[in-house]
């Protein structure tokens, strides 16, 4: 199943307007722990400028800030904001993701969730909308009402909803537990309305009942948390990994991750070959 793009995938970042550049500054360095003279030192500069950065004495190069920027971890997204409000263009262009010039990069990542097969993979933006999805994620979504599956469909809203997946997975507490605090880390980095107001609305959904009934799972020594879903009468064990892109370039290229579940026990493995064998 491919999902097409819909429109800018990005998040914008909580920056108030009448901020300089200095203020945020100083707002990222406490975020991150960071004493002024830590960063001074990780950036070839002193205590001292650092300081008349922060407070609006000085103002910063724009290699400065890039380089500020860098050192403390601030998002591709955020660093335009922080040029921006240094007076600068921003650097990083926000490249829609079906512009002729992302194709190479769509149809690598399509080829690659369609290779995982049968064991689900997909990819999502910043605020998780699905962009593209393989075989094995529409197997784990049959039978979902169409409000949820709604283009884009949002990972997060279609796992946690209990019209969702929710009552499927046989530790959804768990599972919920792990996903809201990956939401939390990921509020703390980007700073994110958009996101912070999905959390909100996910963190509130009722938890349903736990799912009952199927094939009992066998006791198996899981080396990650996995999430245990019943489809068609039988438990199957998944491990989430996401992946990112290395030094993005782009906005839009920044904020894309491709999650793919592995299987986490023998029986699940069989079972997915099993739906692909003639």
Known sequence: MTIPPSGRPGTPAVTPADQGVGPLLRA????????????????????RHISFV??????????????LAEHLDVPVRERNALLLAAGYAPRYPETPLDDPALDALREGMERLIRGYEPYPALVV????????????????????PKSLLTRPPNAMRLTLHPEGLAPRIRNFRQWRGHLLAQMERQIALHRSAALRALYEEVAAYPVPEPATGGEPAEPV????????????G?????????????????????????????????????????????
């Not at 406490?30 to 950036?43: I, T």
């Not at 922060?54 to 380089?67: A, D, F, I, N, Y």
């Not at 020594?221 to 068609?232: D, G, K, N, R």
């Not at 992946?243 to 986490?264: G, H, K, Q, W, Y």
């Open 28 to 47: 990222w360095r406490e975020r991150r722990r960071v004493s002024q003279l830590e960063l001074a030192l990780r950036a070839g500069s002193s205590a």
């Open 54 to 67: 922060e407070t609006g004495r000085s103002r910063p190069s724009e290699e400065m800030v890039l380089k």
């Open 125 to 144: 933006d910043a605020t998780y909308n699905v962009l593209a999805a393989n075989q094995g994620i529409t197997m784990l979504l049959e039978g979902l």
């Open 221 to 232: 020594p899981y080396f990650a948390l996995p999430m245990q879903i019943e489809h068609q």
């Open 234 to 278: 039988r438990t199957l064990s998944f491990i989430s990994s996401i992946s990112t892109f290395n030094t993005p370039m782009d906005v839009t290229v920044a904020e894309l991750a491709i999650e793919t579940l592995l299987p986490a026990d023998p029986a699940t493995v069989k079972y997915l070959h099993s739906l692909v064998s003639p």
